[in-house]
């Protein structure tokens, strides 16, 4: 998921260049809310049966086959549009006002072959937690077992809160509404 979504700044060029030409994106489900409008670009639901196509490229091979080698020209990081309204809706129960507004996130998937070098155990990310002066936020989806532990860190630690998105989309605005990100 984070592959696509760091990817995702390479459509736009793509589309320009190949118009008008119809581009089409399969990606997870988790991530089509969040995608939006991008000119150009049909986003499509994994599993379907394709339309006939021209050619066909893994997301993460665009910047090379765009032609983009180093820095010049590769589009600032892709910003998804979330409504304003849902931004304010996640304001208040992710700040404080009177502390520095972390958001944290200490692993990726757990079925991932090489999880154990991309992800830190909870209870080694918790010291973290003992920061003073900062009100750290959850934007992490609990793996087995780890609900337990989490609950158990809170009742230590007023300044930890945790929350349940809907989509991505309440992960995006939650993450506007902190200071930082650590993860």
Not at 96 to 112: T, Y
Not at 143 to 151: H, K, Q, S, V
Request: with cysteine; hydrophobic share 45%; proline share 9%.
């Amino acid at each position: 998921l984070g592959d696509d979504i760091q990817f995702m700044r390479f459509l736009p060029l793509l589309a320009t260049l190949l118009a008008p030409a119809a581009i089409l994106l399969i990606t997870h489900g988790a991530i089509r809310p969040l995608i939006g409008d991008i000119p150009g670009v049909t986003v499509l639901p994994s599993g379907i049966t394709l339309p006939v196509y021209d050619c066909w490229v893994p997301l993460m091979s665009l910047p090379l086959r765009l032609g983009l080698v180093d820095e010049i020209g590769i589009p600032p990081p892709w910003c998804p549009k979330i409504e304003p309204e849902r931004i304010e809706k996640w304001r208040w129960p992710v700040q404080s006002p009177f502390k520095l507004n972390v958001g944290i996130c200490w692993a990726g998937n757990w079925q991932h072959k090489n999880d154990a070098h991309r992800s830190i155990p909870l209870a080694k990310f918790a010291t973290l937690f003992e920061a003073s002066g900062v009100n750290f936020c959850s934007l992490q989806q609990m793996r087995p077992g780890e609900a337990e532990l989490f609950a158990g860190l809170q009742k230590g630690n007023s300044n930890l809160r945790a929350f349940s998105f809907d989509d991505f989309r309440d992960t995006a605005a939650a993450i506007r509404n902190l200071d930082v990100v650590v993860s």
